[in-house]
């Protein structure tokens, strides 16, 4: 072999070892690009999850995450944000996103000026207690610094490789002066051995720091370490020592409990459960004891925007049907899991259209030389016989491929549209279980009360046996009958109990609130038995309108028919391209140039067979979606109609209930007054029970009556939800509130009360016409005498005007005072009435109907003699102590009592009472509807107002200003309806009132 020869094959030699190490080089940088430290991956994640426990075992208040995260990084106030290292902290510059408010390794701090001083307050965000804390001054060295000192679990690299990370346990102090402003003072890693060390707790009183140390195998201990170690050497752990020394036995994530004892979870017996740990004796004991969480366990603290001091935030004292929807729509996780999916199918809608745009192609290619025959080159000089190096760039463009893409993005656009429909069917099913939940929970609360009361009086029945038993009058069989009687309504009461919270830690569920926040129910009634439902056929047009369920299924067709378009897998396919290209001699010399115009096409043996398939596939496809459709529709509108029909008779067994509760209530009226006058009773020779079994007799006809209407509650909202509109419920309820029917009801003075009292069939007479009239308060009034609380027939006479007013909603108040007198002429009187009022309403029960409340009436409400007003002051507040709390107070005051010169003594009256009714005693109701607006705007307290018919205006006119102030004012929360001074010549004829718009 020749010289020649030998060196030509070890330069093939070298080339292709160069070759072989240059093709290694590439794709150890290729993997180096693409591969992720999965240590640090996999670390981060269980990170995660630990923390989400952590905070699900602290119960924070899930419903104010979404208001912190809105509000702080918008704060105005000076953020400071330091990052956590292994190293250090460092202050870092950069706008406060939402992310980084839960970043264990960042420690974020805001500055707020000073109220009232120079200065500013520190406050750290603790992402553990999701509240701000404010930092109390500490000294360290200087005298003029604050200290903050934190402790977080920071990753660390023990090893100079890819993959180890690991969390250790560091000591962060940061130091605050006029001068420097906040700064990182020092850092102390407490911890040093294998594995992941997360969730530290400090306790500064026991000079100690605890954390959930978890090793590579996942078993977790927890382990302590003494916090106010030496910083003389950083690189030097303090020693740590397990909380609990047995290995076998596992545990996790102290916390703080509410009384600042340290808490754990464990599993001596082979699962976990919480425990209270004594650091000094090392013992630790079963506890439920809650973590400490915000303020009261419903607080979150947050910087204010703009203003100089921190805002708490909390939920509503009361909740109502609104707010509980609006927390079922915002933090429910079903809903927010729905929230995400629609994210994603968006986002990969978006993801489909890329697939249309033209591919680029580059290359680098490398020829090395070859012998093209054996033995020496026989072309010198050739380029063929040199190594050659190539590189292409170019782009190809399938054109066949375009309207398949086109048809998957359409596709995709509509499989996001389901994913709505299917997040607005999932928030209408669980606001409509939310609802469920709420008159379930408020009927249990109302048969919680009636329970309590009723037991006081079996019990009192059972003690008034016993006696007669000890005497010899009763046999020991009636006894034990009244402790069995005793022995159900405790059971019932229990039962009772347990349902209701139950039913309340369903609501916190639904609404994403912790079990251990505290929260109280509205007790606004709502009047569905009232609402005028629209008919079946209407009901039917709006489900199909507005459902998402067959919404929903209407879209899988459309997503059906995109689909199909997007043609069989074995389409032809047809590609254009366009290169350019360069060559160089042994990646050299410059040897050509050339561009690359290209066409190619494919068609697959099976893509007619397959186009076919295709069809016939989609077609089926289409044909079940088109049944699916119509059963989903089938099946909603049945469900519909059956809870329609089942609202109906639930309305009609209401009506019945109803009369139950009023023969109970006048069978209880009877047994009070045969034990005051047995005569009575023989005289009519009645069954009547005994008044504590007629008592029973009314509690549990209540009771039937509270459940037939939370059964109407129930029909009514699976209508609204069968129709796809729960959100819709609460305004849709407002409207037949309490308090909205209210404010279209009228309330009326009876001044000749002892002539309406006395009359035979009077009281049914004034019902029908009040009950036509849409009379919800009349105001009797007690003359001078008071005999018509004090003397026993005409109370008797009373309570049966209040009970029947019950039935139809009618509130029965006393009125006081005169036409004429001034305050110091009646202040004996109206003592003297309050008395009565209270003792009168001492004779009923929890429930049972009786004088709703006390009205004021004097001319001399507004005189501006100053002797005058001191008077009718001290009156009241005598009243208001004489009346018990929960009975309302109102006064009547002339229209021209409102004038600048009184404007201050009104305003005192107004605080002393709970409301007013304004009227004017010249008759003028046109004045009272332009002064209406100002009024309402001044007055702290419910304001009605009081009109009059009279012979200069007709009831056409008189019921225009009527309406003029409900649409007016109806929507004002202290605007409390309309009192008619003359009820009787009103007869609000609402088809007359359209008549005369028209």
């Known amino acids: 072999m020749s010289t020649h020869t030998l060196g030509t094959g070890k330069r093939t030699l070298q080339q292709v070892i160069l070759l072989a190490f240059s093709f290694i080089v590439l794709l150890s940088v290729l993997m180096a690009c693409a591969r992720k430290d999965y240590g640090k991956v996999q670390q981060n994640q269980s990170s995660r999850q630990q923390q989400q426990l952590y905070k699900d075992l602290h119960a924070p208040l899930r419903a104010g995450h979404k208001l912190l995260e809105e509000l702080l990084p918008k704060a105005k106030a000076v953020t400071v944000v330091f990052e956590l290292r292994q190293s250090g902290a460092r202050k870092i510059n950069r706008t406060l996103t939402q992310a980084d408010l839960w970043n264990e390794n960042l420690a974020i701090f805001f500055l707020t000026p000073k109220v009232r001083k120079t200065g500013y307050d520190l ?64 850092h102390k ?77 464990a599993n001596p017996d082979g699962y976990f459960r919480a425990y209270e740990y004594n650091l000094q004796t090392r013992a630790y004991r079963p506890t439920n004891k809650e973590a400490a969480g915000a303020d009261n366990g419903d607080l979150i603290l947050t910087n204010l925007r703009g203003k100089d001091t921190p805002l708490v935030f909390k939920l509503p004292e009361k909740l109502n049907l609104e707010t509980i929807m609006g927390l079922v729509k915002a933090h429910n996780n079903g809903v927010n899991r729905y929230r995400a999916l629609l994210a994603a199918s968006l986002i990969q809608a978006r993801r489909s259209k890329l697939k249309i745009l033209p591919n680029f192609q580059f290359g680098v290619y490398y020829t090395p030389v070859s012998n093209i025959a054996s033995g020496n080159n026989f072309a010198s ?71 309590k009361t009723l037991l006081d009086i079996v019990r009192q029945q059972e003690k008034r046996q016993k006696n007669k038993r000890q005497h010899g009058v009763a046999i020991s069989a009636e006894v034990m009958g009244f402790e069995i009687t005793v022995t159900e309504v405790e059971k019932r009461l229990d039962d009772h109990q347990r349902r209701f919270d139950l039913l309340m830690d369903e609501i916190k569920d639904i609404c994403s609130l912790p079990r251990s926040k505290n929260i109280v129910l509205d007790t606004e009634i709502y009047y569905f038995e009232k609402d005028k439902l629209e008919t079946f056929r209407e009901l039917r047009q709006m489900a199909i309108m507005n459902n998402p369920r067959i919404k929903a299924s209407r879209l899988q ?59 016939n596939y989609w077609q089926e496809i289409q044909q079940a979606l088109h049944l699916e459709q119509e059963q989903q529709t089938q099946k909603t509108l049945r469900m519909l109609k059956n809870n329609l029909h089942s609202f109906y008779d639930s309305r009609n067994s209401f009506e019945v209930q109803q009369q139950h509760l009023a023969h109970a209530l006048e069978q209880i009226r009877l047994a009070r007054i045969f034990k005051r006058y047995p005569l009575v009773k023989t005289a009519y020779k009645t069954k009547s029970k005994n008044l504590p079994e007629s008592r029973q007799m009314y509690y549990q006809a209540l009771t039937e009556t509270l459940r037939q209407h939370a059964s109407l509650a129930q ?103 005169n036409k004429d007198e001034k305050a110091s002429h009646m202040e004996s009187q109206i003592h003297n009435s309050a008395r009565n009022i209270e003792k009168y309403n001492k004779r009923f029960k929890y429930l049972e109907p009786r004088v709703g409340g006390m009205k004021v009436h004097l001319p001399q409400a507004g005189s501006s003699d100053i002797t005058d007003q001191k008077q009718y002051q001290r009156v009241l507040e005598q009243t208001r102590a004489l009346l018990p709390n929960n009975l309302p107070l109102w006064i009547d005051v002339p229209l021209n009592a409102f004038t600048e010169e009184n404007a201050h003594y009104i305003k005192d009256v107004l605080h002393l009472v709970d ?37 200069k205006e007709d009831g056409a006119s008189l019921n225009r200003i009527i309406k003029t102030l409900h649409k007016h004012q109806i929507d004002k929360h202290n605007f409390a309806g309309i009192a008619l001074l003359d009820w009787s010549h009103i007869l609000r004829n609402e088809e007359e009132l359209e008549e005369e718009d028209e």
């Open 123 to 186: 406050f750290y965000f603790d992402p553990r207690a999701l509240r701000i804390q404010q930092v109390k001054r500490r000294t360290y060295g200087m005298q003029q610094d604050i200290i903050h000192s934190i402790v977080r679990s920071v990753p660390v690299r023990r090893k100079p490789t890819f993959t180890q990370n690991e969390l250790d346990v560091f000591q962060y102090n940061f130091i605050n002066n006029p001068e420097t402003g906040l700064n990182f003072y020092k």
């Open 715 to 817: 029909y009514y909202t699976r209508i609204w939800r069968d129709m796809g509109l729960s959100e819709s419920l609460p305004k849709r309820l407002k409207p037949i509130s309490r308090e909205s029917i209210n404010k279209h009801r009228f309330s009326t003075w009876i001044w000749n009360a002892r002539e309406l009292l006395t009359a035979d069939n009077a009281i049914d007479s004034f019902i029908k016409a009040a009950h036509t009239n849409q009379v919800r308060r009349a105001y009797v009034y007690l003359e001078a005498d008071d005999k018509v609380l004090s003397d026993p027939l005409m109370s008797e006479r009373l309570t049966m005007l209040i009970n029947k007013g019950a039935r139809y909603d009618i509130n029965v108040w006393a009125l006081v005072g």
């Open 915 to 951: 409301g007013v009714t304004v009227y004017n005693p010249k008759g003028k109701n046109q004045e009272l509807l332009i002064q209406a607006d100002t009024l309402l705007e001044l007055s702290p307290k419910t304001i009605e107002f009081a009109v009059k018919h009279n012979s």
């Open 557 to 615: 067709l459309n997503k059906a028919f995109f689909e199909r378009q997007t043609g069989s897998r074995l389409d032809p396919s047809l590609n254009v391209g366009a290169s350019y290209g360069r060559s160089h001699e042994e990646f050299g010399e410059f040897v050509d140039e050339f561009i690359t115009l290209n066409v190619n096409s494919s068609i697959p043996i099976g893509a007619i067979r397959d186009f076919k398939l295709h069809r």
């Open 189 to 265: 890693r407490l911890t040093d051995h294998i594995g992941n060390n997360i969730m530290p707790v400090m306790l500064p009183e026991h000079n100690a720091v605890v954390y959930t140390s978890i090793d590579h195998l996942g078993n977790k201990r927890v382990m302590q370490v003494p916090l106010l170690a030496p910083f003389d050497d950083p690189n030097k752990a303090p020693q740590s020592t397990a909380l609990i020394p047995n290995p076998n036995i596992q545990s996790t994530h102290p916390r703080i409990l509410s009384d600042g004892s340290l808490g754990l979870f």
């Open 381 to 451: 000089g050739d380029f063929l016989t040199e190594g050659i190096s190539r590189g292409l760039f170019g782009i190809v463009q399938d054109l066949l491929s375009i309207p398949k893409h086109l048809a998957m993005s359409e596709a995709q656009i509509v499989q996001a549209e389901i994913a709505r429909d299917t997040l607005l069917d999932e928030i209408n099913k669980r606001q409509a279980e939310a609802a469920d939940l709420f008159f379930q929970a408020q009927l249990y609360q109302q048969l919680l009360d009636i329970d």
